[in-house]
């Protein structure tokens, strides 16, 4: 089996309604959907969603970095991956997400020509799960009505996005907690928006709503920050942004800086790396979350089988399909009231991506 080509597809889908992080709105997915074609007909999909403001990248300059890699990819035994990716990381330094595109792709390749899932490849540790649901920053009372729906649909967690302002965030967690009751699990997520000492006094404010963990409470950089409002709350603290590659989980463990690590296909760059995360900080007792940029079901269902491979990814966040205004994808994952379900498919299970 060898690359014969590759096709770069540039997506653009609106959301179903504009998302806001502390770090911004965004109102649409413009990403990449990579197809890598071999000699004997199979075509293995990827994606790059970039997320201009944690990982620099943009929808251009993915599909510039696909190009100035194609020659690397043409002529390859998709079975060479670990080799492949060596020259790709020799060429080309981040770009994550494209990064993780093309590793998703080669192993959706190695899924279809050894006709088995990948989860299977990888080594089954589970075929379903269930995902939270994730609150953009709204006022707390249309936080709080977006909550229920989410309840009604039949997820059991909710994420809730803050980090604008102590006060209004407090009332977030109070409203979404009045309005789904103690039933539902409720964490957040403040993506760096605190700084340390008002990321404590937040979090004290918010643990009487029994909040259930806290996400990358200060900015990315601040990893002595960060371990201090660990060790001044009494609930897991969680590093995004400041987790991208296994490289940073050590350096956070040396530390003793977080409790979990979210960790994101467009991030770390693909499936091996997220598997390499996950191991190290196995070896030392933590648990991960697996969660999404802005992705179709092509990456959620690459990132579902991270999940399926992994004992301890015990939180999932792959919701951002659902928040898509349309789906793209033929085949793979299935989510059924909050519970994400893996097809029994070669490879990812993709079918056909239409653009
Ligand atoms: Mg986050």
């Known amino acids: 089996m060898k690359i014969k080509d590759i096709e770069i597809r540039p997506i653009s889908i609106p959301l179903k309604e504009p998302f806001t992080i502390s770090l911004g709105t965004i109102e649409n997915a413009d990403n990449v959907i990579l197809c890598i074609k071999t000699d004997d007909d199979l075509v293995g999909y990827g994606e790059a969603a970039p997320s201009s403001t944690i ?17 690397i990819l043409i002529g390859k035994d998709p079975f060479d991956i670990s080799r492949i990716e060596e020259d790709i990381a020799g060429a080309i330094k981040g770009n994550y997400a494209m990064k993780a595109a093309i590793d998703m792709a ?13 989860y299977k490849l990888l080594g089954r540790y589970r075929t379903e799960f269930k995902t939270d649901c994730t609150i953009g920053i709204k006022d707390p009372q249309d936080m709080a009505r977006d909550a229920v729906r989410i309840v009604e ?24 907690r009045d309005a789904v009751g103690y039933e539902i699990s409720i964490r957040a997520d403040a993506n760096q928006g605190w700084k340390p000492k008002d990321a404590v006094r937040a979090i004290k404010k918010m643990e009487r709503y029994e909040l259930e963990l806290i996400e990358q409470p200060v900015p990315w950089w601040d990893i002595k920050g960060l371990r201090w409002v660990r060790t001044h709350v009494d609930i ?15 350096k956070l463990i040396e530390q003793e800086a977080v409790d979990m690590f979210n960790i994101k296909l467009m991030k770390c760059g693909g499936i091996k790396n997220g598997i390499k995360i996950a191991n190290i900080a196995e070896s030392v007792g933590m648990e991960c979350m697996v969660g999404c940029m802005i992705e179709s079901r092509v990456a959620i269902t690459a990132a579902s089988h991270l999940v399926a491979s992994t004992k301890n990814i015990t939180e999932v966040d792959l919701d951002s399909s659902l928040s898509l205004s349309e789906d793209p994808v033929e085949g793979g994952i299935k989510i059924d009231r909050g519970k994400i379900v893996l097809p029994d498919k070669a490879g990812l299970g993709i079918e056909s991506v239409k653009v």
Not at 159 to 174: P, Y
Not at 239 to 247: F, K, N
Request: hydrophobic share 40%; charged share 25%; proline share 6%.
């Open 106 to 118: 080669l192993l959706d390749l190695i899924g279809k020509a050894t006709k088995t899932p990948l």
């Open 236 to 250: 897991p603290v969680m590093a995004d942004e400041s987790v991208h590659s296994p490289q940073d989980a050590i």
């Open 55 to 71: 990982t620099g990248d943009i929808q251009e300059y993915i599909i510039s970095g696909l190009n100035f890699i194609k020659p």
């Open 153 to 176: 649909r039949g997820f059991d967690t909710i994420k809730v996005k803050v980090g604008t302002g102590l006060t209004q965030d407090v009332e977030r967690i109070k409203e979404i």
